[in-house]
């Protein structure tokens, strides 16, 4: 189901353009607005669910989906030899902005520890 305010969503029913990487039936990859990488490439559901929790929750067959989707997004930017970053940010205080499940992939550059990405 989708949520009409939900700018994922939204991207999803085309209603807001996004520059997309890689697209199946149930996920959609695009590229971040504001990268904190030379690649950074959101992947989502194409149904809403608020985060990775309640997706896995409620559907663990389509979170595996979004997993194959960074790994196929990660090989078609060259990353999955060099590495590559996937977070799931889960609530406000950790950085979820966007309350739509979604992975960030990130990579392209050499990254310390720092979690932030």
């Known amino acids: ?38 690649v950074h490439v959101l992947v989502i559901p194409k149904e809403h669910y608020a985060d990775v929790v309640a997706l896995g929750a409620a559907d663990p067959a389509l979170a595996g989906q979004v997993l194959n989707t960074v790994a196929d997004v990660a090989a078609a930017e060259g990353l999955d030899g ?15 902005t966007v309350f739509h499940a979604h992975a960030h992939v990130l990579g392209g550059v050499e990254m310390d520890g720092d979690l932030t990405g």
């Open 1 to 38: 189901m989708t949520q009409p305010d939900c700018l994922f969503c939204r991207i999803v029913a085309g209603e807001i353009p996004a520059t997309v990487v890689r697209e199946t039936e149930t996920t959609l990859a695009f590229r971040d607005i504001a990268p904190k990488a030379p």
């Open 82 to 96: 060099t590495g590559f970053r996937v977070i799931f940010n889960t609530g406000a205080s950790v950085g979820q």
